[in-house]
């Protein structure tokens, strides 16, 4: 499965951002996705995910309230909406595909190219 992830930028603080990674194939409705970000000189780190049939979302605290993970089987593709963010959300952030909707990055099988999300303050 190859994912693109696009729609990072450069926005201040307190704005919003919509991330969007699209899938190869039609089997992306098979996997759970998973957004993650790394910042300069920090490890990767878990956003959010959601399971293969939408029942399930989790969220890290640091974005809880303010980040909505979404999914459209339909259109192979995974959504991250990202309000009222905030300096230290700036990183690359990267989608994943894998068969359970866990944390650990190490479980996701199938890697997104990252997009670079830039908050100003």
């Known amino acids: 499965v190859q994912l693109q992830a696009s729609g990072g930028g450069l926005v201040q603080a307190g704005g919003s951002l919509r991330l969007s990674c699209t899938a190869s194939e039609r089997t992306f409705g098979d996997y759970s996705m998973g957004w993650f970000r790394q910042a300069p000189g920090l490890e990767r780190e878990f956003v959010a995910g959601i399971d293969w049939n939408y029942i399930m979302t989790d969220y890290a605290d640091a974005v809880k309230g303010r980040f909505t993970i979404s999914r459209d089987n339909g259109k192979n593709t995974v959504f991250l909406r990202m309000n009222n963010l905030k300096p230290e959300d700036t990183a690359v952030y990267y989608c994943?595909?894998?068969?359970?909707?866990?944390?650990?990055?190490?479980?996701?099988?199938?890697w997104g190219q990252g997009t670079l999300v830039t908050v100003s303050s």
């Open positions: 994943a595909a894998g068969g359970r909707l866990v944390r650990a990055a190490g479980s996701y099988m199938f």
